[in-house]
């Protein structure tokens, strides 16, 4: 188990670094907001798919500010998939609050999936 200064850092570097990948607009900041203190309250997720691995990793950490700080500095694709997991993130809030429609959960499977690739494939830690 790390410090709990580690995880304050971690999480006020990634927090930062997210701020920064979105430009502060409205309402990604927001989404980067919920989305870590989802991770940091609870650590695993029940659409964690790859098995088990430890709850904190520093190089996977590191890995994401970086990766958050590219998106930052360019519009490459660094960018476009913070950018479409923001957006997701907030329609998919806006959806519970409307209705609920049968279904639903399982129509982002496969989104879930190709996070959980890409987190494995690059070392990051995109929820």
């Given amino acids: ?10 999480y006020r570097a990634l927090y ?12 990604a900041r927001y989404a980067i907001r919920d989305k870590l203190r989802a991770a940091f309250r ?9 098995g088990e691995r430890e709850q904190f990793s520093q190089e996977r950490i590191d890995n994401t500010v970086e990766f958050l700080r590219t998106a930052a500095r360019r519009k490459g694709v660094e960018h476009e998939i ?13 959806r519970k609050q409307s209705r609920i429609i049968h279904g639903y959960e399982s129509a982002y499977n496969s989104y879930n999936e190709n996070i959980a690739l ?3 494939s690059m070392g990051l830690e995109l929820r």
């Fill in 16 to 27: 930062k670094a997210g701020l920064a990948a979105v430009q502060y607009s409205h309402p």
């Fill in 1 to 10: 188990m790390p410090a709990p200064s580690t995880v304050t850092h971690a």
């Fill in 42 to 50: 609870n650590p695993r997720q029940p659409h964690q798919l790859l």
């Fill in 118 to 120: 890409l987190n494995e």
């Fill in 82 to 94: 913070v950018r479409n997991l923001t957006m997701v993130h907030y329609w998919r809030v806006m």
